[in-house]
């Protein structure tokens, strides 16, 4: 079992920053491969970003590539999502989510532990 918390959201303006956190808890985080989901109102859930075990491979969906950079500490335990140059379509409910698995980082079925997300909020 993983025990994930995420941190970090807020309101922000258009252009500007935030970090979210995503801290675990239970087995051993540095073995399994971490992603970043998002899902705003009336939409599917969908695939932001993710990280592999050792931290060596990342992964971003084509909204966020150049904006977004996803990074993981192991001796902490958490994952981390930095979030730059902010746009209103990036408003949603933020999920970190934890897996076993080395492929198909950006499918949502290949998660097995989800956090409870976090809301971020760009307005214009």
């Known amino acids: 079992q993983v025990q994930l918390v995420e941190s970090g959201g807020g309101l922000v303006q258009a252009g500007g920053s935030l970090r979210l956190s995503c801290a675990a808890s239970?087995?051993?985080?540095?073995?399994?491969?971490m992603g970043w989901f998002r899902q705003a109102p009336g939409k599917e859930r969908e695939f932001v970003a993710a990280?592999?075990?050792?931290?060596?491979?990342?992964y971003y969906a084509d909204s966020v590539k150049g904006r977004f950079t996803v990074s993981r500490d192991n001796a902490k335990n958490t994952v981390y999502l930095q979030m730059n140059s902010l746009k209103p379509e990036d408003t949603a409910v933020y999920y970190c989510?934890?897996?076993?698995?080395?492929?198909?980082?950006?499918?949502?079925?290949?998660?097995?532990?989800w956090g409870q997300g976090t809301q971020v909020t760009v307005s214009s």
């Open positions: 990280i592999s075990w050792s931290g060596g491979n990342t």
């Open positions: 239970g087995r051993t985080f540095r073995n399994v491969a």
């Open positions: 989510a934890a897996t076993d698995e080395i492929w198909r980082l950006y499918d949502s079925r290949a998660y097995d532990y």
